[in-house]
């Protein structure tokens, strides 16, 4: 096929291939059809049109990560969206009242009223700010290590496996008519997952093993700390975490990751179920 037009002189001019009404003598290095000045994209040799500039770049192999995540650059999108969701849940609960009652996990109402199994997760004692600074810090701490690695669909999905691990918890350990909340259970999930990705890094399991002391004796003999929600947040999401990172490499890694956390969840679930059915309280 040919690109031109015929001149007065009886001459063909080239005409681009996109806009057959322009002249142009300067042709893509790749295919070698005119372009015009609207269509040249410049390269390292001459200029390429458009639509061989998008078919390489949709030839380019998409970077990923250790555990198989599109490699993405810039901020923790999904760390900094979940701490603004629990800065904004306890702006709620200063300015609307009723919010925190309504938000609170007790285990006896679990059955008639499953949103707090997740909203307990995104609310914090109004008694103290320290509660909600305290855990956002270390939902950041987590979530930039995690996050970047892990990817932005695992890492939300492992936070909120996480937390719903929390709820799980509270249901099969804590009384009945016991309240709770904070995402001190998400945050357990989150910290577990450390020793997961980073099983092989010695000097990183010490430093986390450290620390990871001190929350579970603060955990056992502090007042007010629910050591059934860090438990249950803490083995959700180590599992979790195991769904990720221990799927070895392979074409198929990415299917089986989600096929595996979707199990995991329909399990957590029936398990959440079952618990808030035993400890139901009757409603008269």
């Excluded at 609207?38 to 390292?44: D, N």
């Excluded at 945050?187 to 099983?199: D, P």
Aim: charged letters at 10%; a positive charge.
């Amino acid at each position: 096929m040919s690109y031109g037009q015929v001149t007065p002189a009886g001459q063909t001019a080239p005409t681009c291939f996109r806009h057959p009404e322009t002249i142009s003598y300067v042709s893509c290095t790749r295919c070698g059809r005119p372009v015009c000045p609207r269509c040249q994209v410049p390269a390292p040799v001459g200029v390429q049109c458009v639509e061989c500039v998008n078919e390489a770049n949709r030839n380019i192999p998409t970077q990923r990560t250790e555990f198989g995540a599109r490699a993405r650059q810039g901020a923790p999108i999904i760390t900094y969206s979940l701490i603004a969701l629990n800065v904004v849940a306890y702006i709620a609960q200063w300015v609307i009242p009723g919010t925190t009652e309504s938000m609170v996990l007790v285990p006896a109402l679990a059955g008639w009223e499953p949103w707090r199994l997740i909203t307990s997760a995104f609310a914090h004692s109004t008694g103290s700010i320290f509660h909600l600074a305290m855990n956002m810090y270390g939902v950041y701490l987590c979530g930039v290590f995690l996050e970047p690695r892990l990817g932005r669909a695992r890492f939300g999905w492992l936070y909120l496996l996480s937390a719903l691990g929390g709820s799980l918890g509270i249901l099969l350990l804590s009384p009945a008519l016991s309240a709770t909340l904070g995402a001190s259970g998400a945050l357990a999930g989150l910290f577990l997952s450390l020793f997961v990705v980073f099983r092989t890094n010695k000097q990183v399991l010490r430093q986390m093993g450290i620390v990871l002391a001190l929350n579970v004796v603060l955990g056992f003999v502090v007042s007010g700390i629910s050591w059934q929600g860090h438990l249950g947040g803490a083995v959700i999401g180590a599992l979790a975490a195991a769904c990720i990172v221990l799927v070895p490499r392979n074409p198929q890694r990415s299917k089986i990751q989600f096929t595996l956390l979707g199990i995991m969840t329909i399990l957590v679930a029936l398990a959440i179920y079952l618990s808030a059915a035993a400890v139901k309280w009757p409603m008269g």
